[in-house]
């Protein structure tokens, strides 16, 4: 047990300094000892003790200059333990003779009392000196000068070494004590540091916005989940990728990709670099194109010098659609007015012509232009109107118990006049109970879906209004044998400014009017939706309640 | 696209809106004008394939083939780019127009537009070519 006690740090030179004075003044007074006690020994001429002694003082000398300096207590502990047996082997010499063996013993004594209370830290003179006093008592009278000698000197080292390791072991202690402390405290402040980076890899996790950080050289050394979520590239992926090469494969046909890290220069360490914020259009790793509002943010060492930079991102592929679509809108309706009005000015002034003579028949079809133009634009107008009053929340509803039958028959009576290529069918019994819905908006969505049957069947044919009473509600259903909805569009149709087909094929719109008919079906409590197959037609319908009977009834007999 | 006869000029409207063309059909016709027309750029390459008129009236916002595109289909080919062209314009397309003027389009007409003058620009453009 006493062996392990003091473990000497050979990086800590003060402590190895020590430690080898200490073993080398045990190693001194040892042989000083051994050379006082074996001249007298040699002019007796009695060689085997001498030889004995010696062996042991030769060992003890090998044990201190072999065993190494961190298991100092094996060093000094084999270095007594060689001498030790010479003199166990020496007392065994003499306890035949006639010679007194108890200066041998007192060695022994001497010896092991100095190493165990070496470490022990106190006793260490008392035991030494009072083993070194009284053994001169137990030798022979002609010895006793030589011996006291050698056991003041003896005791003079054994002090000196003593004294050393004593220190050595005071020092060890201590500095393992202030070891344990600052272990304690580093262990906390590991633990705490530990606490503070999960609670900033929980944040990190959680926030919605991708967030980066790259170093100086433009590696990325951090990426979030959002990160991860936003672009499909996982954290194994992008950690020590170089930020201004990272993107996903560019779709076919799709053109190039910016990097996440966008056209931010590389960061130069002396750049008066503060934030920046910028917007880029990537590809996800799916080759998806995505637009990336990104703002960055220098990180800084203690010393102000730049570390690294962070960047917070977001998908505003939506917004930038969005966008995109307002835009377009705005050109749409500006568009969509002048038409119509450039219309109804130009048939107004034709017949306002002083100079040409027009037949009654032409003066009345310039007439019908004139309604039909003007209708559209009053449509265009109420549709844009019902638009901003949805989108602030603001539509007001007048549910009454209304009519089937004329609603629908008003719709297409005021459409019938427009077209002369399509022939409209009236699906609607006689006996049909009232809904509930607001008149006007009903006629609203009405003309809307008759509106765009027509523009959907530019080749003319039938358009088929129906009404049905089914499971409690009406159904209103607008037919045609037009062009058809592709299915890719068909789930995007009751989309804010969403349109089909663009324009592509000449049908013109706002995109406005089947945003509008769905928000004003939902307002009556109704559910539109459309079936549709290319090249054969569109079916658009939606169900409405009916007008509690009650209602109804109060009606019909304020009406007779 | 039949010429009604000696001196009745003839003229092709390209226009996708159909409210529009009736509006210029009516006003050419009643002064003794041929009219003939077309839904978009593409309808007006067939027709001008077959026969050219002395006088194109060239809508430029269409679907399809637009103005522009047909005016340089006109200026490639040898039949067709003498035939003088009138843009039809909305506000704020300037620079549609100044291309149209660099294709050879030797007037304009801005939307919306009082018929009678529209007359006189399509007369005055024929009288040119008289010259």
Known sequence: MFLDRVIVRQQDPRQLRMAKSAAWIYWL?????????????????????????TLGGLLS??????????????????????????????????????????????????????????FRGYALVASTAIASFLAPYFYDYQYDV???????????????????????????????????????????????????????????????????????????????????????????????????????????GGGGCTPFCGSVAPLDADSNFSSTGYEVLTCRKDSEKIWLSVSAAPIRDPDGSIAGVVHVFRDISEYKEIDRMKSDFVAT??????????????????????????????????????????????????????????????????????????????????????????????????????????????YQVLLNLVVNAIKYSPDGGPITVTAIERDGRMRFEVTDQGVGIS??????????????????????????GLFVSKSLVEQMGGKIRVESEVGQGSRFFFDLPLAPAEEAEAEDKIAS | MESSGIGSKHILIVDDEASLRTLVRAN????????????????????????????ILLDIMMPGKDGIEVLENLAA??????????????????????????????????????????????????GMIRR
């Open chain 1, 61 to 118: 000398t090998v044990a201190v200059i072999l065993i190494p300096w961190d298991r100092f207590s094996y060093k000094i502990f084999y270095a007594m333990a060689a001498l030790a047996c010479s003199h166990i082997a020496t007392l065994i010499y003499y306890s035949g003779g006639v010679e007194s063996p108890f200066g041998e013993l007192y060695f022994l004594i001497a010896i092991w009392a100095a190493y165990f209370f070496s």
């Open chain 1, 487 to 512: 299915v890719e569009h068909l789930p995007h149709v009751f989309e804010r400014f969403y349109r089909a087909a663009r324009g592509k094929n000449g049908v013109k719109g706002t995109g406005l």
């Open chain 1, 29 to 53: 007074g040892i042989i000083v000892v051994f050379t006082g006690t074996m001249l007298p020994l040699a002019s007796e001429i009695d060689r085997v003790p001498v030889l004995l002694l």
């Open chain 1, 146 to 252: 030589v011996h006291i000698t050698s056991a003041i000197i003896h005791i003079l080292f054994m002090l000196i070494a003593g004294g050393l390791v004593n220190l050595l072991v005071q020092q060890v202690r201590d500095r393992n004590a202030d070891l344990s402390r600052t272990t304690m405290t580093l262990a906390q402040k590991v633990r705490q540091e530990l606490r503070e980076q999960e609670k900033t890899a929980a944040v990190l996790a959680s926030v919605a916005d991708g967030v980066y950080v790259v170093d100086t050289s433009g590696h990325i050394v951090l990426w979030n989940k959002a990160a991860a979520l936003i672009t499909g590239f996982s954290e194994e992926e992008m950690i020590g990728r170089d930020c201004y090469g990272a993107t996903g494969e560019a779709p076919e």
């Open chain 2, 28 to 55: 050419l016709e009643v002064d003794g004008l041929v009219v003939s027309e077309a839904v978009d750029g593409i309808e007006a390459m067939k027709m001008l394939a077959e026969s050219q008129p002395d006088l």
């Open chain 2, 77 to 126: 080919d040898e039949k067709l780019k003498g035939i003088p062209v009138i843009l039809l314009t909305a506000k704020g397309e300037q620079e549609d127009l100044e291309k149209g003027a660099e294709l050879g389009a030797c007037g304009h007409i801005t939307k919306p537009f009082d018929p009678e003058q529209m007359v006189r620009t399509v007369k005055a453009a024929l």
């Open chain 1, 333 to 442: 309706v500006s568009h969509e007015l002048r038409t119509p009005l450039t219309s109804i000015l130009g048939f107004s002034k034709t017949l306002l012509r002083t100079d040409a003579r027009f037949s009654d028949a032409s003066r009345e079809s310039f007439l019908l232009e004139i309604v039909r133009e003007g209708e559209r634009l009053a449509r265009l107008i109420e549709d844009v109107l019902s638009v901003s009053r949805i989108e602030a929340g603001k539509l007001r509803l007048d549910l009454k118990a209304v009519d089937v039958g004329p609603a629908v028959g008003q719709v297409v009576k005021n459409m019938a006049r427009l077209t002369s290529i399509h022939n409209f069918v009236i699906n609607v019994a006689d006996d049909l109970p009232r809904v509930s819905a607001d008149p006007d908006k009903l």
